[in-house]
């Protein structure tokens, strides 16, 4: 049978799987298995030569049992119903593996933001908020940055929203500026909640993160973040890549400069000639492995090559079912998606909280906060995954949907 690329299906079985193990019935999954809520939306745009492109957009609500939904909003040429529900239903994980009273939700405009102006992009980010505006909202449904958004988006969308509501709205959304509200260290709280999961796995496995060679997959928010971390801890980044390339150096890359000379989409490798594949950086000899770019890149094609001793999720769905499951099987520690990058919500849930309560909090407060959320999580889906052996996708699966599965039983909805 050919592999599972799709990840809206392919997350359906596992959430299925971890439900069976918790012992919950069919009529559990049949409500979880898609977004309770989705809305497709068309979005007129006028562009700098005066025509109009109507851009789709959608905003897909998996489950509001424990509160309000919460999910980034991406812009990205790939964006399709599909891929927004399968995101919404891993925000749901997410909120419940570092236990936020929150469901998942997502958005995303499909658009190449790569070709777009400011003031193209403005009046598209504006549009989306108008188009999705009666299902969103600080206590209903709470946007935040995903792949190519960013601050500067979230504000025109947060000045949208609050113009629309006749109030200054603040906690509409997270992933603000600083001086509209957004929250101390909410641009590299993804990173840093994948460097703690990368120590934590370290420490299992008994790699010093002095001079670990490491390899990441992209360099755009999450990768480029997680770069300097870990090179600032002492770690040795031997491969970094994004979309037109990648780079190696087995004696370790120049984190600084190559930060210095990345533009806004994680672009970096243009301006080097002795490039190498995004698949060959993936089979490099290294100890931790993290793929921080797209979708489904690790394969039954290429997991047998994979070297590294841990394998570290930053971005969503990189690795396919069948992939994992040869990891597993070749006993590498592959840390989960869901796990690994949900520093982002986490902080965005203390931006949020801040934003409700008008008290702002220090950026020592917040990484302290986080810090303690991730070590938590990675813990108990550690021990879930030791003591039933299983993989630790499976076990942050059942971790993740027990509170929303619980919540929908209590509401008596199932
Ligand atoms: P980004 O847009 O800032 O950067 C993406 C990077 O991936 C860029 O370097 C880009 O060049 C590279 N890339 C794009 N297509 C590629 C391809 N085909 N092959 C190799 N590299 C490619 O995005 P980001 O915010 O860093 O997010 C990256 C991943 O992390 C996504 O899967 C996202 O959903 C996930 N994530 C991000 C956050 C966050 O807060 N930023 C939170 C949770 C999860």
Redesign the pocket.
């Known amino acids: 049978m050919a592999e599972n690329l799709n990840l809206f299906t392919s997350t359906q079985a596992v959430v299925q799987e971890a439900l069976q193990k918790l012992g919950y019935d069919e009529a559990m999954y049949e409500l979880l298995k898609e977004p309770l809520r989705m809305l497709e939306v068309r979005i007129p745009v006028r562009m700098d030569d005066n025509t109009v492109k109507v851009f789709t957009g959608y905003r897909a609500q998996h489950n509001d049992a424990v509160g309000p939904t919460k999910g980034?909003v991406?812009f990205h040429p790939g964006v399709t119903d599909e891929e927004v529900k399968a995101l919404s239903m891993w925000m749901t994980l997410k909120c419940g593996i570092v236990d936020l009273p929150y469901g998942g939700g997502k958005g995303g405009v499909t658009c190449d933001p790569r070709e777009m102006s400011m003031g193209e992009l403005e009046r598209l980010s504006r549009g989306y908020v108008r188009a999705v505006s009666q299902i969103v909202g600080p206590t209903k449904d709470i946007p935040a940055?995903?792949?190519?958004t960013n601050a500067q988006i979230m504000a025109w969308m947060m000045d949208e929203y609050s113009r629309i509501d006749e109030f200054n709205s603040p906690g509409f959304i997270t992933g603000k500026p600083l001086v509209l509200g957004g929250s101390q260290g909410r641009d590299r709280?993804?990173a840093q909640g994948v460097t703690i999961c990368i120590n934590e796995a370290a420490k299992k496995v008994g790699i010093d993160m002095t001079g670990a060679r490491v390899v990441i997959?992209?360099?755009?928010?999450?990768?480029s973040f997680l770069a300097k971390f870990l090179s600032d801890q002492g770690a040795k980044v031997i491969g970094i890549?994004?979309?037109?390339g990648a780079l190696h150096d087995p004696n370790g890359l120049d984190i600084d400069y190559l930060l210095d000379r990345r533009d806004s989409?994680?672009?970096v490798t243009t301006l080097f000639e002795n490039t190498i594949s995004?698949q060959e950086l993936l089979e490099l000899d290294c100890d931790i492995l993290v793929p921080?770019?797209?979708?489904n890149q690790i394969t039954s094609d290429n997991a047998h090559n994979i070297k590294a001793t841990i394998v570290v999720e930053?971005?969503?769905?990189?690795t396919t079912s069948e992939a994992t499951k040869i990891l597993h099987d070749r006993g590498i520690l592959l840390v989960p998606?869901v796990l690994a990058?949900a520093g982002?919500?986490t902080v965005s849930y203390f931006e949020w909280v801040q934003n409700n309560q008008g008290y702002y909090w220090t950026e020592e407060e917040v990484s302290e906060k986080l810090h303690k959320k991730m070590v938590d999580a990675f813990e108990n889906i550690y021990n879930v995954a030791s003591t039933r052996n299983i993989n630790m996708r499976l076990a942050a699966y059942m971790v993740g949907v027990r509170r929303t599965a619980e919540a929908s039983r209590f509401r008596g909805w199932v």
């Not at 940055?145 to 190519?148: G, K, L, M, S």
């Not at 997959?217 to 990768?223: L, S």
């Not at 930053?314 to 990189?318: K, L, Q, R």
């Open positions: 980034g991406r940055p995903d792949v190519f709280a993804t997959q992209g360099f755009g928010n999450a990768g890549s994004d979309a037109y989409f994680g672009t995004n921080a770019a797209i979708e930053a971005a969503n769905g990189p998606d990058s982002g919500v």
